[in-house]
């Protein structure tokens, strides 16, 4: 099983980027999946989550309004467009997976991790 985050960079405040988390190894669409983040010195965090069909979305408050989380099962790939970025939005963002039923806001209902992508917005 792979989880491939890619689409980082570093931006401007104001700025936006989109996120891409390629899977591979698993059958994608059946998968709820999530992003996170972590930035340094800081426990990882819960950004966004996605139903295993893309109709239910859950956001972590600091994002919401500015964050869309998507999937295209066609593609066996989950998005995170951010709009609007802030300094605060800095961390490394973490794609993953898993076969549960539903939407997910603990790390620990996730199985499957991919490696990450750096995000660093300036001020």
């Known amino acids: 099983v792979q989880l491939q985050a890619s689409g980082g960079g570093l931006v401007q405040a104001g700025d936006s980027l989109r996120l891409s988390c390629a899977v591979s190894?698993?059958?994608?669409?059946?998968?709820?999946m999530g992003w996170f983040r972590q930035a340094p010195g800081k426990e990882r965090e819960f950004v966004a989550a996605i139903s295993f069909s893309g109709d239910s979305v859950y956001y972590a408050g600091p994002v919401k309004g500015r964050f869309t989380i998507s999937r295209d099962n066609g593609k066996n790939t989950m998005y995170l467009r951010m709009n609007s970025l802030k300094p605060e939005d800095t961390a490394v963002y973490l794609c993953a997976a898993t076969g549960r039923l539903g939407v997910f806001y603990h790390s620990y209902e996730y199985d499957y991790w991919g490696q990450g992508t750096q995000v660093t917005v300036s001020s």
């Open positions: 190894g698993r059958t994608f669409s059946n998968d709820a």
